[in-house]
């Protein structure tokens, strides 16, 4: 309860911030932004066969559910 009282006493009374992003700030997020992906690519490329494996055994499984009428 007080850690709320005090989150709101700091959102209601907020005061004027200066800061200062130098040129170097976007290419840290460009940097960033590069690991991520190459961190999603290469999840995905360590797990390709069984992320297709798992999508196809649902879908051939959703077929064979499936009654022909």
């Known amino acids: 309860m007080v850690q709320l009282t005090i989150l709101i006493i ?3 009374f907020v005061s ?4 200062y992003l ?3 700030t ?9 690991g991520v992906l190459a961190g999603i690519g290469f ?5 390709w066969k069984k992320i297709i494996t798992f999508i196809t055994s649902n879908s051939k ?6 009654k022909p009428e």
């Open 10 to 12: 700091t959102l209601v």
């Open 16 to 19: 004027d911030v200066w800061g």
């Open 22 to 24: 130098d040129p170097g």
């Open 26 to 34: 976007g290419s840290y997020f460009f940097q960033i932004l590069i």
């Open 43 to 47: 999840s995905l490329k360590l797990f």
């Open 61 to 66: 499984r959703n077929c064979s559910d499936e």
